[in-house]
């Protein structure tokens, strides 16, 4: 009767081990899917007299962990990949790069390579697509410092400028379109024919608060702006800020503009999960930073939605080898 038990106890214990190992973890599924796409969108190198020790998509890809997990530092970074095999094993690391690598192989990658990176994930999101119906705009800003809002408070310290991000996002699949980077304080009309250069993608209305309200940004045609005309001097007189007028209330009733809260949610999504403040200290990689932070955060939609499910990213595998036979 002991071995009977003894024998049900060890089949049990191994089934529930099985079951455990099935699930996979975020970062896992997160590093495996910024692999894919660094692999797909950056070379292998980034000379052709580089060491070949580690390659440029398994480092940016660490690069894109290191956002992941609340924007921690280089030092972290390395340490978090000595403590885990399996996050190695996904990158297929024989050797942790010390925490340096990672940053000259940020300042290596350039503006047109991030772009690459984020165009990519938006065609694993909305593949085969090229209009959409509801754009939502806004603007948001990160802090340079890593003061805190006590610190802040307590000794007087005035920010006087800040990075400065325009988002342009899908509000049915909730994906950043689009995004710019500048300095603040500025205004936001004038980011808006920035990010619809800037978007791959179509929309038949976009839809923002009345901080775009602006010279030349309302216009008759598609896409269609709604943007709340500011009260200049208590009343709107001028044709065009009237038919603006009416086009906001039109879409306030049916129920379009209220889709603009979900950009809002969306920048405040970035916040808490990856900081509102920047550790670099060159504009030009706070800059790559930031940019990041939008692929980043197209990547974590995709775990978010179907991490889950492994035969998603087989699948993805198997359409970059049948689009590689035919080049």
């Known amino acids: 009767m002991i071995e009977y038990t003894l024998r049900r106890q060890k089949r049990f214990s191994s089934s529930f081990n099985m079951k455990r190992n099935k699930k996979e973890g975020r970062y896992k599924r997160f590093l495996r899917m910024a692999y894919f796409v660094a692999r797909q969108s950056l070379a292998m190198y980034s000379h052709k007299k580089s060491p070949h020790i580690y390659s440029l998509p398994q480092l940016i890809s660490c690069v894109l962990l290191k956002i992941y997990i609340r924007n921690m530092s280089y030092r972290d970074l390395e340490e978090f990949l000595l403590s885990s095999s399996d996050t190695r094993r996904v990158l297929g690391l024989r050797w942790v790069p010390n925490y340096s690598t990672f940053c000259r192989a940020l300042s290596r990658v350039s503006g047109k390579e991030i772009k690459r990176l984020f165009g990519k994930v938006l065609e694993i999101v909305i593949p085969g697509g090229s209009l959409a119906l509801v754009f939502a705009c806004d603007s948001t800003g990160f802090k340079e410092d890593v003061a805190g809002f006590y610190y802040a408070l307590r000794s007087g ?148 939605g179907r991490g889950e499910n492994r035969f998603f990213f087989l699948s993805l595998k198997k359409r970059c080898l049948q689009q590689s036979k035919y080049l």
């Not at 990075?163 to 379109?177: A, E, H, P």
């Not at 923002?208 to 005309?229: E, Q, T």
């Open 157 to 304: 310290k005035r920010r006087k400028r800040w990075i400065k991000v325009w988002y342009l996002l899908d509000t049915r699949t909730q994906v950043l379109v689009s995004e710019v980077v500048g300095r603040g304080p500025s205004g936001d009309a004038g980011g808006l024919a920035k990010l619809e250069k800037e978007s791959s993608l179509m929309a038949l209305i976009e839809v923002m608060d009345r901080g775009f309200d602006g010279k030349g940004n309302f216009r008759l045609g598609f896409p269609i702006r709604v943007i709340p005309p500011i009260r200049r001097g208590g009343s709107i007189r001028s044709l065009d800020r009237i038919l603006a007028y009416m086009v906001y209330m039109i879409s306030r009733w049916s129920g379009i503009y209220g889709k603009r809260w979900i950009c809002e949610t969306v920048i405040s999504v970035i916040k808490r999960k990856f900081g509102d403040s920047i550790r670099e200290r060159k504009w030009k990689n706070k800059k790559k930073i930031v940019s990041l932070m939008a692929v980043v955060y197209n990547i974590h939609v995709i775990v978010r």
